[in-house]
């Protein structure tokens, strides 16, 4: 598996129960409750979305060394896409008190998952969500992650963006100076969510400000990074 060592993947192997699928199974289902995450051992899989108008769109592709399905065990959430087989596929599924116990015995695999929840935080992004998962591994490791007071400003109206942020807990507000000097709140950010993409990689000027409503924390990417 990419990024984990062979031992923490042969205990997630034997904690695991074997499961094969046959091209065009579906693994998991959008809207279900999330009782288990997935290592794909062989096989390609697709990641696919409901439309507006009930047609399926697929957004990623996921091969052997990869997994799906840790965030809503974090999250405590429901299944926010359906995975389906397109090839023969041999998966390793982990049921959450499995992952539990691996997340509580294996500061390594603690680790490994939590970068890959950030991972799953860029690929949110427009700008990242095409980039290969190598690429998308290096993001996260340019990425820094602050904790950050409430009322603090994270970016200011009118400046150059150096900066994209990520709420990674808490929530951020986004305030729009009028010229007369008024405030107008314009949004709420909330963890997942992201503030400066467009600005950032065009090279502009922040519309808004930017300030934490509570404490939390941040994942900042810098623009020389």
């Known amino acids: 598996c990419r990024g984990m060592a062979e031992d923490t993947l042969e205990r997630l192997r034997s904690l695991g129960q ?11 289902k959008t809207g279900e409750p ?9 096989g390609e899989l697709e990641v696919v979305v409901d439309n507006d108008d009930g047609s399926e769109r697929t957004i990623r592709l ?12 974090l999250q405590d959430a429901p299944r926010t896409a359906s995975v389906r087989a397109l090839t023969h596929a041999r998966v390793y ?7 539990r116990n691996l997340l509580d015995e294996s500061p390594a695999f603690a680790h490994f998952i939590d970068r890959l929840r950030l991972k799953r ?36 109206q009118g400046e150059a963006a150096e900066r994209l942020y990520v709420v990674a807990n808490g929530r951020a507000r986004l305030v729009r100076r009028e010229v007369d000097d008024s405030d107008t709140p314009i949004g709420e950010l909330l963890p997942g969510e992201h503030y400066g993409d467009e ?15 509570e404490d939390g924390e941040v994942m900042v990417i810098e623009r020389n990074a």
């Open 18 to 28: 074997e499961r094969r699928f046959e091209s065009g199974q579906r693994i998991v």
């Open 34 to 42: 999330a009782e288990s995450m997935f290592f794909i051992h062989a």
């Open 62 to 73: 996921l091969g052997p060394g990869q997994f799906f399905g840790e965030i809503g065990l």
């Open 93 to 99: 599924r982990l049921d959450a008190d499995g992952f």
């Open 121 to 156: 935080q860029f690929e949110q992004i427009p700008a990242f969500s095409t980039l290969s998962d190598e690429d998308l591994t290096r993001v996260v490791m340019l990425q820094e992650s602050v904790k950050v007071p409430a009322g603090a400003v994270l970016a200011h």
């Open 199 to 213: 600005a950032f990689f065009l090279g502009k000027a922040n519309t808004a400000e930017l300030a934490m409503a």
